[in-house]
């Protein structure tokens, strides 16, 4: 586990090592393409507390979303090969409800690293709101 926002979001919370931070939730509302609204939980754990993704983290929970979206793509800026900065990126852009932009982020997250298993999952339900 590398530290970054929302690592373990498809993770249960009894997955996420002991040598982590607690555990945080970070809760937001998604409109289904049938028009419904659900709750959507994502779960974070870090080893550090000032990484970008740590400070994002902090910032959707401060309700500072338009903050957090700039410090992940200064991060991903930085470190472009990095594929959990456009995965934080995706679920920023998932929370602000751009899912186009959120699609483009978890493409690349797929793309830098294919064996993660959280990635796919993640990547279905972008398109199925993306309308791709």
Same mark, same amino acid.
């Given at each position: 586990m590398n530290g970054h926002l929302f690592r373990a979001a498809l993770v249960s919370a009894a &997955?996420?090592?002991a040598a982590c931070s607690p555990i945080e939730t970070v809760s937001y509302p998604v409109r289904e393409p049938n028009g419904t609204t659900v709750n959507v939980d994502k779960y974070f754990s870090s080893l550090t507390t000032d990484d970008p993704g740590d400070r994002a983290f902090k910032q959707i929970q401060a309700g500072r979303t338009d903050d957090a979206l700039a410090t992940m793509k200064a991060a991903a800026a930085a470190s472009p090969t990095d594929a959990s900065f456009h995965y934080d990126l995706a679920i920023i852009y998932e929370i602000k409800a751009s899912w186009p932009e959120a699609l483009v982020e978890i493409r690349e997250a797929r793309k830098l690293s294919p064996t993660n298993t959280s990635y796919p999952d993640e990547e279905a339900f972008i398109a199925?709101? &993306?309308?791709?």
């Amino acid at each position: 586990m590398n530290g970054h926002l929302f690592r373990a979001a498809l993770v249960s919370a009894a &997955a996420i090592s002991a040598a982590c931070s607690p555990i945080e939730t970070v809760s937001y509302p998604v409109r289904e393409p049938n028009g419904t609204t659900v709750n959507v939980d994502k779960y974070f754990s870090s080893l550090t507390t000032d990484d970008p993704g740590d400070r994002a983290f902090k910032q959707i929970q401060a309700g500072r979303t338009d903050d957090a979206l700039a410090t992940m793509k200064a991060a991903a800026a930085a470190s472009p090969t990095d594929a959990s900065f456009h995965y934080d990126l995706a679920i920023i852009y998932e929370i602000k409800a751009s899912w186009p932009e959120a699609l483009v982020e978890i493409r690349e997250a797929r793309k830098l690293s294919p064996t993660n298993t959280s990635y796919p999952d993640e990547e279905a339900f972008i398109a199925r709101h &993306a309308g791709k």
